[in-house]
DNA sequence: CTGCATCCGACCGGATACTG
DNA sequence: CAGTATCCGGTCGGATGCAG
């Protein structure tokens, strides 16, 4: 499935370092538009339904949505749980044990993106 | 440009705290295959011409690579600096002071990539 | 309600050829 | 060397309709 980063980055890995290829391996995981944002939603409120999700989410349609959730729970960052005993069925989303270890990285990022967004607005970098 | 944003997810970021719309910030600006490794090689290896960029990279091409440059450039990560007085002309690009700020980002990537491989490899997550 | 199937347009991005 | 222009196939993703 990524065989083909396996061919001519191997070069690579040797002249830079590893961060490289671990940041690769990271963000071909819980990269994309929504991954994370799912994620964050999941560890914040608790168990959501389908619906719930993408209400709060915003901007994300069923489809991509339903897609990017199977993706999230092949790689074990979510769980999914149907309460069969109930009519309509009701599925609800938690997010898993393994979703917590990516802690740092939301935390990290969240702190650079409100930095960032600081920095914007008060138009520094022009240059450097 | 992103005003689509602003219109049903100002609902949840009452109900989720900041750090989701903080994250979708990082990831708007940062996100996609490439820019943090690009980000990554130039703070590696200091001066970066073009051709050794997208070879020590590897994988993108030519025209993806300028446009993330032309991108990277806008949001002040990289620099480009023309030495004229060459023929042909060289052209380099470095990172910036201000793509230093994502050190903690890419180090906390980097991290956990190292140990998702681990896990991968060790098949843990079968569950949770 | 919780999705999946299908259609279909938009966009991404590789290959190639070309300029300065 | 450092890109840009064009072509063009593949994928992404919205809209709609339907099923469990």
């Known amino acids: 499935m990524e065989n083909t980063v396996e061919t001519e980055e191997v070069v690579c890995r040797g002249r830079c370092g590893e961060s490289l290829s671990a940041v690769e391996d990271a963000i071909y995981v819980i990269g994309g538009k929504w991954k994370l944002k799912i994620i964050i939603v999941l560890q914040e409120l608790g168990n959501v339904r389908f619906n719930d999700l993408q209400r709060t989410i915003g901007g994300i349609s069923a489809r991509v949505l339903s897609n990017e959730l199977k ?27 393994y979703s917590k270890t ?27």
Do not use: C
């Open 71 to 97: 993706d999230l729970e092949l790689n074990g960052f979510v769980k999914r749980v149907v309460h069969a005993d109930q009519t309509p069925v009701i599925v609800e989303y938690i997010s898993t044990h």
């Open 102 to 128: 990516l802690k740092p990285v939301i935390m990290s990022l969240a702190e650079w993106g409100i930095s960032h967004k600081k920095n914007i607005r008060e138009d520094v970098f022009e240059n450097k």
